[in-house]
C-alpha cells in the first residue's frame, strides 16, 4: 500500500475523533469539562443509524445524528449550567447514559447493514481540480461528502474562536467568567449555545462512525473513541487546526496498531494503542511546565460560575 | 409584559428531611422518566422494575451475588472519597482497581507456594503499592506544575488498560488455555475464603469504611486533607506542608482502589482480564459523589447503585432484557439527583416587586 493511499485511511479513521474533539474544543473553551462525549457520540451513532435504517435517507441520518448530539449535550448544560452540578460527574453519568442508551436501542440492529442508497451517497467522491493535486489530492480530496464536512467544521470553528465577537466572547468566559458578566456578556446563553452545538458536533463524530466507517452495526459502535476525543483536545492544546493533525495522526496510528497484529513484530501492539494516551499526558505535563499562557487550559475549566456565590 | 422577578440565595444547613424529600422525589421522577424511554422501546417498566429487584432478593444466591457486586463499588468509592476530599478529582480509580491486579497477579505468579495466610497478605501489600504508585505522578506533577489532574488520571486509566491487555494477550498468556487469551487462574491458596458463599471481600470492604472514617474525622491528616480541600492558601498559612499531603493523600487513594485489585482477582474473577473493572472506577466517582464524600453515606449508596448493576445482569438472563436497560435507568437516575442538589444547596426567592419587561 502506497503512504498516499495509507493516508487517506487514516484521514478517514481520524474523522469521528476530529469532530468530537472539536465538540470538546467548544465546550472546554467556555469552562465546561464534559466528560460525557463518548456518550453524545453513542447516541448520535445510534440514532443516525436507526433513522438511516428506516428511511434510507442519508441526509435525513446525519441530521438526526446531530440533533441527538445536541439533545444529550443539553441534558448536561441543564444539570451543570442551570443546576450548577459538578461537572466531571454529570459527565460521567452522561457517558453511562449514551453507552446504556445505545446498548438499548441498537441492540436489534446488531449486524445489519447501513443502506445500500446511504453507502452510495457516502462514497468517496473526488473534488475536480484539488483531487488531482498529486498526494495531497489523493489524500484529502478523493473522500467521503461526510470527511468534507469535517473540513468545513474545523474551518468554521477556527474562524469562530478568532476572528468573530462570538468567539472571543467565548473564551473571555472560559478565562474569567466574572469579568465577562461584568463586561456585559451573557454567559448563561453562551454557555448554552457552545455546549449545544459542541454535542451536534460529537452527535456528527458518532454517526459517521454508524454510517460510514463502519458497514455493518457492529455491537460497540464507538468503543471508547469519545475518550481518545478527549485527550486529543489536550494533546492538540485547545486549537481547531491542530486537533485536526492530531485526529489523523491518531487515525494513523490505529490503523497501524491493528496491521502490526499480522507481522508479530518484537515490540506489542499494545503499545501503539497506549501510545495516544501516553503522548497526551507528556503534552500535559509540558503545557502545564510551559509558562506561555495561551497553550493553557482555560483557567476556569471544570469550575462553576455562579453569580451569587460570589 | 409584567414578570415576577425570582432569584436564587445560598442555604445554610439543610435538614434531613428536606434531603430525604429533595432526593425521593428525584428518584421517583428518574424512574417516570425510564419508564417512558422503556415503553417507547415496548418494554414493561414496571416488569423490569420487579426483576431488578428479584434479581437481588430473589435467593441467597442472587443476596450474594448482590453483595459481590458492592465489595468493590464501596471499596473504590471509599479511595475516591480521600482524595475528592482534598479536591483532587482522582478519575484514575479504573486504572489503580487495574494496577493493584497487577500487582496481586505478580506476586501469584512469583511465589505461588507460599501458604494462603501468607501469600493472601503479601498479594493485598503489593496490590495497595502499585495501586498508589500509580496516583502518585498525577499528583507529583500537579504539586509541582499544577498540572490537571482530572485529564492525567483519565489518561492512565488507558495506560494501565492496555499493560494489563499486553500481559493477558501476550506476556501472561496461558498457553493450557487453548488460545484464549486469558492469564492463569490463581491456585487454591491465592484465593480469597469463602464463607457460606459469602466472600471475604464484604468484611473488608466494612473494615473500611471505618478505617476511612476514624482517618477523615479522627486523624490529623484526615483534617490536613480537608483543610488543603478547601483552601490550599489556608492550609499554607496554616504551615501545612502542601506537597507532602498531596503525595500521602494520592498514596492512601490510590491504594485502596488498588486493594480493589488484589480483592477481585483473588476473589470473584479468580485471576486478572482487562475487562475485571466493568467501568465500576467511574460509577464508585459518582458514588462518592452522592454520597457527599462522606464514608458511611457510601456504603448506603454503593448498596442502591449494586441492586442495579446485579439487578441489570439478572434481567438480561432472566427475561433477556437487555441488562443496557439497567444502566441506562442507573443513569437517569444520576441525572436527576444531581440536578436536584442544586435544590438542597440553593434557595428559590421571590423578590417581591415586580420588573417592567418591554
Not at chain 1, 434510507?56 to 443546576?83: D, E, K, N, Q, R
Not at chain 1, 450548577?84 to 460521567?92: E, F, M, S
Not at chain 2, 458492592?70 to 489503580?96: D, R, T, W
Request: proline residues 4%; hydrophobic residues 55%; aromatic residues 12%.
Amino acid at each position: 500500500m502506497g503512504i498516499a493511499s495509507f493516508l487517506n485511511l487514516a484521514v478517514k479513521a481520524g474523522t469521528s475523533l476530529l469532530f468530537a474533539t472539536l465538540g470538546e474544543i467548544l465546550s472546554e473553551k467556555v469552562g465546561h469539562l464534559n466528560l460525557g462525549v463518548e456518550g453524545l457520540m453513542q447516541i448520535g451513532a445510534v440514532i443516525g443509524f436507526i433513522v438511516g435504517f428506516q428511511t434510507g435517507h442519508p441526509l435525513l441520518a446525519v441530521l438526526f445524528a446531530a440533533l441527538a448530539g445536541s439533545v444529550g449535550a443539553l441534558i448536561y448544560a441543564l444539570v451543570t449550567i442551570t443546576f450548577k452540578a459538578n461537572q466531571v460527574v454529570t459527565g460521567l453519568s452522561l457517558t453511562i447514559f449514551g453507552v446504556g442508551f445505545a446498548n438499548f436501542f441498537g441492540s436489534r440492529y446488531v449486524g445489519r447493514n447501513v443502506p445500500q442508497e446511504i453507502v452510495n451517497f457516502f462514497k468517496p467522491v473526488t473534488i475536480p481540480g484539488l483531487g488531482q493535486i498529486p498526494f495531497i489530492g489523493e489524500v484529502f480530496f478523493q473522500q467521503s461528502f461526510y470527511v468534507y464536512l469535517s473540513y468545513l467544521c474545523v474551518i468554521l470553528l477556527a474562524l469562530y474562536l478568532r476572528k468573530t465577537r462570538w468567539g472571543l466572547n467565548t473564551r473571555f468566559i472560559g478565562e474569567n467568567p466574572v469579568a465577562a458578566e461584568a463586561g456585559g456578556i451573557n454567559v448563561t446563553l453562551y454557555k448554552y449555545v457552545n455546549i449545544l452545538v459542541s454535542g451536534c458536533l460529537c452527535g456528527l463524530g458518532g454517526g459517521f462512525l454508524s454510517l460510514v466507517y463502519m458497514s455493518v452495526y457492529p455491537i460497540d459502535v464507538v468503543a471508547g473513541q469519545g475518550w481518545i476525543a478527549v485527550a486529543l483536545v489536550i494533546f492538540s492544546i485547545w486549537s481547531a487546526p491542530k486537533a485536526m493533525a492530531g485526529a489523523y495522526f491518531f487515525g494513523a496510528l490505529r490503523i497501524v496498531g491493528t496491521r502490526l497484529q499480522h507481522l508479530h513484530l518484537p515490540i506489542s501492539v499494545f503499545a501503539f494503542t497506549a501510545l495516544p494516551y501516553i503522548a497526551t499526558i507528556v503534552v500535559l505535563i509540558l503545557t502545564a511546565m510551559n509558562k506561555r499562557k495561551e497553550n493553557k487550559a482555560p483557567a476556569w475549566l471544570g469550575i462553576n460560575y455562579f453569580r451569587e456565590d460570589r | 409584559m409584567k414578570f415576577k422577578q425570582y432569584g436564587v440565595a445560598k442555604r445554610g444547613e439543610t435538614s434531613v428531611q428536606l434531603r430525604v424529600l429533595v432526593t425521593l422525589s428525584a428518584i421517583v421522577l428518574a424512574l417516570l422518566t425510564a419508564s417512558i424511554i422503556l415503553l417507547v422501546a415496548k418494554s414493561n417498566p414496571i416488569g423490569v422494575y420487579v426483576g431488578i429487584l428479584q434479581g437481588c432478593f430473589g435467593s441467597l444466591y442472587r443476596f450474594s451475588a448482590l453483595l459481590e457486586k458492592l465489595v468493590p463499588l464501596l471499596i473504590l468509592s471509599l479511595g475516591i472519597v480521600v482524595a475528592f476530599k482534598m479536591n483532587f478529582m482522582n478519575i484514575g480509580a479504573e486504572g489503580q482497581f487495574l494496577m493493584g491486579g497487577v500487582g496481586a497477579t505478580l506476586i501469584v505468579r512469583l511465589l505461588p507456594g507460599l501458604p494462603a495466610p501468607v501469600l493472601l497478605p503479601l498479594m493485598a501489600v503489593v496490590a495497595f503499592a502499585f495501586g498508589a504508585l500509580w496516583l502518585i505522578p498525577p499528583a507529583f506533577f500537579k504539586s509541582k506544575f499544577e498540572t490537571n489532574e482530572t485529564l492525567f488520571t483519565l489518561m492512565m486509566n488507558y495506560v494501565a488498560t492496555y499493560f494489563v491487555m499486553h500481559l493477558q494477550y501476550e506476556r501472561w498468556k496461558d498457553p493450557a488455555a487453548s488460545g484464549m487469551p486469558k492469564i492463569a487462574n490463581f491456585p487454591e491458596n491465592a484465593l480469597l475464603p469463602q464463607v457460606q458463599g459469602f466472600h471475604l471481600g464484604i468484611g473488608i470492604a466494612i473494615l473500611l469504611v471505618g478505617v476511612v472514617y476514624i482517618l477523615m474525622n479522627r486523624t490529623k491528616t484526615g483534617y490536613e486533607i480537608a483543610v488543603l480541600g478547601a483552601s490550599e492558601n489556608t492550609a499554607r498559612y496554616a504551615g501545612m506542608n502542601v506537597h507532602q499531603t498531596i503525595l500521602k493523600t494520592a498514596i492512601i487513594s490510590g491504594g485502596i482502589c488498588g486493594l480493589v485489585g488484589m480483592i477481585q482477582t483473588a476473589g470473584p474473577s479468580g485471576t486478572l482480564s482487562a475487562e475485571i473493572t466493568g467501568g465500576l472506577g467511574f460509577t464508585a466517582i459518582i458514588v462518592a459523589w452522592l454520597a457527599d464524600l462522606k464514608p458511611v453515606r457510601a456504603a448506603v449508596v454503593s448498596f442502591l447503585f449494586a441492586i442495579l448493576i446485579q439487578g441489570g445482569s439478572y434481567i438480561q438472563t432472566a427475561f433477556q432484557i437487555p441488562g443496557s436497560a439497567a444502566a441506562m435507568i442507573q443513569a437517569i437516575i444520576l441525572l436527576y439527583i444531581l440536578g436536584s442538589e442544586f435544590f438542597l444547596r440553593y434557595r428559590i426567592i421571590k423578590s417581591g416587586k415586580r420588573v417592567e419587561v418591554a
